[in-house]
């Protein structure tokens, strides 16, 4: 049987990085609240130690009253037992050029992407500091390499992973607070938009120099690990998880 280790908190559950990483800390022996703006539809029906809670990010973000609603739900779940984990993985990415994004798509995209994940932080520093707990930011390769009509998106990453560095020094002697910063991943949402277009998946795959993207449980496994006491002296880290694309140049040979 295996230990229960408390309670982890999983923004955007329902994605495929975001089911992933509910599986992976359900299994683990963690109890875990899947967090989603969508309603439930059963995905983790096959976990006795997954309860669902619909949630808002972007009202979390700019409403102290909802914010105050969702924690009291969340010590209802609990039952006031420990919060040990946080995992910020819900994001927006909504493509625009510098000329064309308006003011709604970027206050969205920074509400969603950096203002939540914050303010969740905030919310629950005083439950992580009682289990010197874990925060795990999902960031993106984006955040320091992009790529063209991605500045919203890329803007919002690189401050999620300044935002991971920053915290530690006012929080690092009582709560991890780390990143991962992915390339491509294998969701069912990445692969449906080259659907029709298999030659360019293939393309995209070779360009990585491990011969492929990654999958949704290789993030998830990471953020498992860095949840845990064996990576105790990881601290304030931006983890690449890129199969070595961080590393490549895109000039023509």
């Known amino acids: 049987m295996v230990e229960n280790k408390g309670w982890a908190l999983v923004t955007g559950a329902l994605g495929g990085i975001g089911s992933a990483l509910v599986h992976e800390f359900s299994i683990h022996g963690y109890s875990v609240i899947?967090?989603?703006?969508?309603?439930?539809?059963?995905?983790?029906?096959e976990h006795e130690n997954v309860e669902f809670l619909q949630l808002d990010l972007e009202q979390l973000a700019i409403d102290e009253v909802y914010a105050s609603s969702f924690y009291e739900e969340v010590k209802k779940i609990t039952r006031e037992q420990?919060?040990?984990?946080?995992?910020?993985?819900?994001?927006?990415?909504?493509?625009?050029?510098?000329?064309?994004?308006?003011?709604?798509?970027?206050?969205?995209?920074?509400?969603?992407?950096?203002?939540?994940?914050?303010?969740?932080?905030?919310?629950?520093?005083?439950?992580?500091e009682l289990s010197f707990g874990s925060i795990v930011n999902i960031s993106s390769i984006h955040a320091t390499q992009t790529k063209k009509d991605f500045v919203a998106y890329a803007t919002t990453k690189a401050a999620l992973s300044s935002l991971t560095r920053n915290m530690v020094l006012d929080l690092g002697d009582k709560i991890r607070i780390n990143a991962i910063e992915p390339a491509a991943v294998a969701t069912?949402?990445?692969?449906?938009?080259?659907?029709?277009?298999?030659?360019?998946?293939?393309?995209?795959?070779?360009?990585?120099?491990?011969?492929?993207?990654?999958?949704?449980?290789?993030?998830?496994?990471?953020?498992?690990?860095?949840?845990?006491k064996d990576a105790g002296f990881v601290q304030g880290a931006t983890i690449s998880a890129s199969g070595g694309i961080s590393g490549c140049l895109s000039d023509p040979d």
């Open 34 to 45: 899947a967090l989603d703006v969508k309603k439930y539809n059963g995905l983790f029906s």
């Open 82 to 128: 420990q919060i040990v984990a946080l995992v910020n993985n819900a994001a927006i990415q909504i493509l625009s050029h510098s000329s064309e994004l308006d003011r709604e798509q970027w206050t969205s995209s920074f509400n969603i992407n950096l203002m939540a994940p914050f303010f969740l932080s905030q919310l629950f520093i005083n439950d992580l």
């Open 188 to 228: 069912d949402m990445l692969k449906a938009g080259f659907i029709g277009k298999e030659d360019k998946y293939r393309e995209l795959e070779a360009y990585h120099p491990i011969g492929r993207v990654g999958t949704p449980k290789e993030v998830a496994k990471l953020a498992v690990f860095l949840s845990s």
